[in-house]
């Protein structure tokens, strides 16, 4: 008998009406998230809404738990699904959340896309990411000259250029980030990627194992 293929990730992605695939991300992520999926990871995600991604991240690592933030108040009944509340520009309580909930094989940010909060949220937890783990951040083109001010309101370094430094130099440095973690972050990346296509932009911090 033939056995039957698992659903890829744009599959279920479709099943879940999750957006992510028409920004390509989905390629990105069959690459990067293939050798794992039958392992019992950790994922946390920030930016849950009506939890459409929530439900694929359970649906695509079949031994995972997922751990879901956002600003908003959100429950799930599914028993790997966990869902908190929380600012993800608030250090304080992403610290907490860390201890709390991690260490993370996987922390996917695609929360509220500000330059700030993307940099804040990426200095506290890349602490909670495991040895060899992935910090991914969604929706780098959130940046001042795309989608309005509004993303960028202090007009600091935008999250592609930082990456994009990072690759350059080996420094990492953003305003949002205490120095320490600044360190941390040099000291602990093994690799930095940027996907883009058609103007929708993530990247990808990969934890030296
Ligand atoms: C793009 S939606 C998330 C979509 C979801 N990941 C999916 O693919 O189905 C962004 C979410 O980020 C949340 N958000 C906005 N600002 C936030 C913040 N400061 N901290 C945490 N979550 C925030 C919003 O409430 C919203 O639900």
Same mark, same amino acid.
């Given at each position: 008998m033939m056995e039957k293929k698992p659903n890829t990730l744009h599959d279920i992605a479709t099943a879940c009406k999750v957006d992510k695939h028409k920004k390509r991300y989905l390629n990105f992520y069959e690459q990067v998230f293939s050798p794992m999926r039958f392992d019992?990871?950790?994922l946390f995600e920030i930016g849950v809404f009506k939890g459409a +991604? @929530?439900? @694929?991240?359970?649906d695509y690592f079949p031994n995972a738990e997922v751990v879901g933030m956002d600003i908003e108040p959100f429950t799930s009944e599914h028993p790997r699904v966990t869902v908190l509340q929380g600012d993800q520009a608030d250090k304080t309580r992403l610290e907490k959340i860390g201890r709390e909930y991690g260490p993370f094989d996987v922390v996917v940010d695609d929360g509220g896309h500000t330059m700030h909060q993307q940099?804040? +949220?990426l200095g506290v937890l890349f602490k909670f990411v495991k040895p060899g783990g992935l910090y991914i951040i969604e929706d780098l083109h959130t940046r001042d000259t795309f989608w309005g001010k509004h993303y960028n309101e202090t007009g600091q370094i935008t999250t592609w250029q930082m990456a994009a430094d990072y690759e350059k130099t080996g420094v990492l440095s953003s305003p949002s980030v205490f120095e320490r973690d600044q360190l941390f972050l040099m000291n602990h990346i093994q690799k930095c990627e940027r996907f883009s296509h058609r103007g929708c932009r993530l990247c990808c911090f990969r934890k030296k194992g």
């Open positions: 019992a990871i950790k +991604s @929530m439900r @694929m991240w359970v940099q804040t +949220s």
